[in-house]
């Protein structure tokens, strides 16, 4: 597969390199029906699930229509966060390993992360130990306050003891917005804006953003200085914001050890999952780097195709294509090298 590159924008002459995706979505018909009740009409449609529940032919053409090397799979969580903890903790183990069977079939094409409950710091912690030692895990992957608090809060070190001791970086994603925030923030709108506004459109963004500077503010890299964390959706709105923050956020009020972009610079990675356009793309850039871009789509709630198209034309260096492309992803999750040729 891989794309071809096309000789615009800058690019270069054409050529080939490999592309690998790592917020790419599946679930399964036990979690399905789990979280029925809790998932929303207007967050999903027969049509999604049928991607969502898809681990074989079908998912692998529409990686093959996007050209898609290699993709690494996480469970979509919508409605886990209204699970028990012991729902949620078995649910979670079993889907896991649907989605380790599913690379065994597709070794060459298919990666995971261990998708992790919250509900249960410490069966998190097992369950990443568990997917990064016996189902070949290149990280965990976190619905953001689905456990009932931000990540730092004390229970959750366990969790980051755990990423450090495997040395795998944890990915970060939103979480639906607690009852109380839809309230204040969302009501009084049409119920589809209200809804898509509160997530997808930007609450989710907002909000994880917000989370990431809870970490770094509640002085987690200091106690955990090995923790790597991945986040999506182009840095949910941090690159945009991250200087005015460290502007109203300077050493003398965090009696922090570094600044509150250094923090953000030397220990998070930003995806451009679901976002397909080239200013959000250029100020992420700007922000973190080319070192610490990787591409991904958001599979199945964006395209293959879609994400091909804003990666062919991105106006970047051949060099920094690939570590966008694959590279970086690759190095971040040691993911073996591999030169695509034709």
Same mark, same amino acid.
């Given at each position: 597969m891989?794309?071809?590159q096309?000789?615009?924008?800058g690019?270069g002459?054409?050529?080939?390199?490999?592309?690998?995706?790592?917020?790419e979505?599946?679930?399964?018909?036990d979690?399905l029906?789990?979280?029925?009740p809790?998932t929303?009409?207007?967050?999903?449609?027969?049509a999604?699930?049928e991607?969502l529940?898809?681990l074989?032919?079908?998912?692998?053409a529409?990686?093959d229509e996007?050209g898609?090397?290699?993709?690494?799979?996480?469970l979509a969580?919508?409605g886990?966060?209204?699970?028990?903890?012991?729902?949620?903790t078995s649910?979670?183990?079993?889907?896991?390993n649907?989605a380790?069977?599913?690379?065994?079939r597709?070794?060459?094409?298919?990666?995971?992360f261990a998708?992790l409950?919250l509900?249960?710091?410490?069966?998190a912690?097992k369950?990443?130990e568990?997917?990064?030692?016996?189902?070949g895990?290149?990280?965990?992957f976190?619905?953001?306050t689905?456990?009932?608090?931000f990540?730092d809060?004390?229970?959750?070190?366990p969790?980051?003891e755990?990423?450090e001791?495997?040395?795998?970086p944890l990915?970060?994603?939103?979480?639906?917005?607690?009852?109380?925030?839809?309230?204040?923030?969302?009501?009084g709108?049409?119920?589809?804006?209200?809804?898509?506004l509160?997530t997808a459109?930007w609450g989710? =963004?907002?909000e994880?953003g917000m989370?990431? &500077? !809870?970490? @770094?503010?509640?002085g987690?890299?200091? %106690?955990?200085?090995? $923790?790597?964390i991945?986040?999506?959706?182009?840095?949910?709105?941090?690159?945009?914001?991250?200087m005015?923050?460290?502007?109203?956020l300077?050493?003398?009020v965090?009696h922090l050890r570094?600044?509150?972009s250094?923090y953000?610079l030397?220990?998070?990675?930003v995806?451009?999952?679901?976002?397909?356009?080239?200013?959000?793309?250029?100020?992420?850039?700007?922000?973190?780097?080319?070192?610490?871009?990787?591409?991904?789509?958001?599979y199945?709630?964006?395209?293959?195709?879609?994400?091909?198209?804003?990666?062919? =034309?991105?106006?970047?260096?051949?060099?920094d &294509? !690939?570590? @966008?492309?694959s590279?970086?992803a690759? %190095?971040?999750?040691? $993911?073996?090298?591999?030169?695509?040729?034709?």
């Amino acid at each position: 597969m891989a794309i071809q590159q096309q000789p615009v924008s800058g690019i270069g002459d054409p050529t080939l390199y490999r592309v690998i995706t790592l917020e790419e979505h599946f679930t399964t018909p036990d979690f399905l029906r789990a979280t029925a009740p809790f998932t929303p009409a207007l967050g999903t449609s027969a049509a999604l699930e049928e991607k969502l529940l898809d681990l074989d032919e079908r998912r692998l053409a529409a990686m093959d229509e996007g050209g898609v090397d290699l993709q690494v799979l996480s469970l979509a969580a919508t409605g886990q966060e209204q699970l028990t903890s012991a729902d949620a903790t078995s649910l979670v183990h079993d889907a896991n390993n649907e989605a380790y069977a599913a690379t065994q079939r597709h070794p060459k094409r298919l990666r995971m992360f261990a998708s992790l409950s919250l509900k249960d710091p410490a069966a998190a912690a097992k369950e990443l130990e568990r997917g990064v030692e016996r189902l070949g895990c290149v990280g965990g992957f976190l619905n953001g306050t689905e456990g009932g608090d931000f990540l730092d809060a004390p229970r959750f070190a366990p969790l980051f003891e755990a990423a450090e001791a495997l040395d795998v970086p944890l990915y970060i994603h939103p979480t639906a917005p607690s009852l109380a925030i839809q309230d204040l923030y969302f009501r009084g709108l049409p119920e589809a804006s209200a809804y898509f506004l509160s997530t997808a459109a930007w609450g989710w =963004h907002a909000e994880l953003g917000m989370h990431c &500077l !809870r970490l @770094i503010l509640a002085g987690t890299f200091d %106690r955990f200085p090995r $923790l790597k964390i991945i986040i999506g959706h182009m840095g949910e709105h941090l690159p945009y914001s991250l200087m005015r923050a460290q502007d109203g956020l300077p050493t003398s009020v965090t009696h922090l050890r570094r600044s509150v972009s250094e923090y953000f610079l030397d220990h998070f990675s930003v995806t451009t999952s679901g976002y397909f356009t080239q200013a959000p793309f250029r100020c992420a850039r700007e922000l973190v780097g080319a070192d610490r871009l990787l591409y991904s789509v958001d599979y199945p709630y964006r395209s293959n195709v879609a994400g091909a198209h804003f990666l062919e =034309h991105l106006e970047i260096t051949p060099d920094d &294509l !690939r570590k @966008i492309a694959s590279g970086n992803a690759e %190095r971040i999750l040691k $993911l073996p090298s591999e030169l695509v040729s034709r």
